[in-house]
Nanobody
């Protein structure tokens, strides 16, 4: 059973960089065709895909990151394979970045997300 657990600060000040970690158990994050995404949901809004990192050892896209065009300039996704973790960094946050942040896994491009974390609330406020 694959389990994802998000962690990070619940409160961040405007203009700071938000850093969240997704710790995965039950599978390696480098398992072939794993597409690890960060997704958020702001109050009163739908789910927003932020970005992802993809692993496929037989592909030239192995370890490649992908970002939403609207968030690309302030988003960075990285991994620590020794800890089986995926990290999200979101720079220059504003109140618009207040949301519940989720990590999720899909088994390839265009596939439905089959595993989700429970989400972590982040509030941007001074």
């Amino acid at each position: 059973q694959v389990q994802l657990q998000e962690s990070g600060p619940g409160l961040v000040k405007p203009s700071q960089t938000l850093s969240l970690t997704c710790t995965v158990s039950g599978d390696s994050i480098t398992t072939d065709y794993s597409y690890w995404s960060w997704i958020r949901q702001s109050p009163g809004k739908g789910l927003e895909w932020m970005g992802a990192i993809y692993y496929s050892s037989m592909s030239s896209y192995h370890g490649s990151s992908y970002y939403s065009p609207s968030l690309k300039s302030q988003t960075s996704i990285s991994t620590d394979t020794s800890k089986n973790q995926i990290t999200l960094q979101l720079s220059s946050v504003t109140s618009e970045d207040t949301a519940v942040y989720y990590c999720a896994r899909a088994s390839g491009f265009g596939m439905a997300f089959d595993y989700w974390g429970q989400g972590t609330q982040v509030t941007v406020s001074s």
